[in-house]
């Protein structure tokens, strides 16, 4: 069993943290938009080739997966000792099966055809006939 928590960061803070928290004994972390969904949901990046205006959102979720015997208040703490801010609250958390990560990953992307008899095939995946 795994225990996923969601912390809201600013922009500031958001990509150290992530780091951080992954240094202190998270399993994975990812950053989202807070605001995406909604009426003041913003783009990331520009047009292709384009430098992005800024690297993360103004407000920012933060997606942390950790074992379930972690406490996640701890592990918060911890990080944001490290970097020498305020910890932010958890604002959502919920347990989450383990699972075959990688299998599920990989059933995704199916063999593709792209024309007659043209298939883009994954390594992991049996050829089409």
Same mark, same amino acid.
């Given at each position: 069993?795994?225990?996923?928590?969601?912390?809201?960061?600013?922009?500031?803070?958001?990509?150290?943290?992530?780091?951080?928290?992954?240094?202190?004994?998270?399993?994975?972390?990812?950053?989202?938009?807070?605001?995406a969904e909604?009426?003041?949901?913003?783009?990331?990046?520009?047009?292709?080739?384009? *430098?992005?205006?800024? %690297?993360?959102? !103004?407000?920012?979720?933060? /997606?942390?997966?950790? #074992?379930?015997?972690?406490? @996640?208040?701890?592990l918060i703490?911890?990080?944001?000792?490290?970097?020498?801010?305020?910890?932010?609250?958890?604002?959502?958390?919920?347990?989450?099966?383990?699972?075959?990560?990688?299998?599920?990953? *990989?059933?995704?992307? %199916?063999?593709? !055809?792209?024309?007659?008899? /043209?298939?883009?095939? #994954?390594?992991?995946a049996e @050829?089409?006939?």
């Amino acid at each position: 069993m795994l225990r996923e928590i969601t912390v809201l960061a600013n922009a500031d803070c958001a990509d150290a943290l992530s780091d951080t928290l992954l240094d202190v004994g998270a399993l994975s972390a990812s950053i989202e938009d807070a605001q995406a969904e909604t009426d003041d949901e913003q783009p990331l990046y520009g047009e292709p080739g384009e *430098q992005p205006a800024r %690297p993360v959102w !103004r407000r920012n979720r933060l /997606l942390v997966l950790l #074992p379930a015997d972690v406490d @996640p208040s701890q592990l918060i703490a911890a990080a944001a000792g490290a970097l020498g801010i305020a910890p932010p609250a958890i604002a959502a958390q919920r347990l989450v099966e383990d699972a075959d990560w990688v299998r599920l990953t *990989q059933a995704q992307f %199916p063999p593709t !055809r792209i024309g007659e008899g /043209l298939w883009i095939v #994954p390594s992991w995946a049996e @050829p089409p006939s």
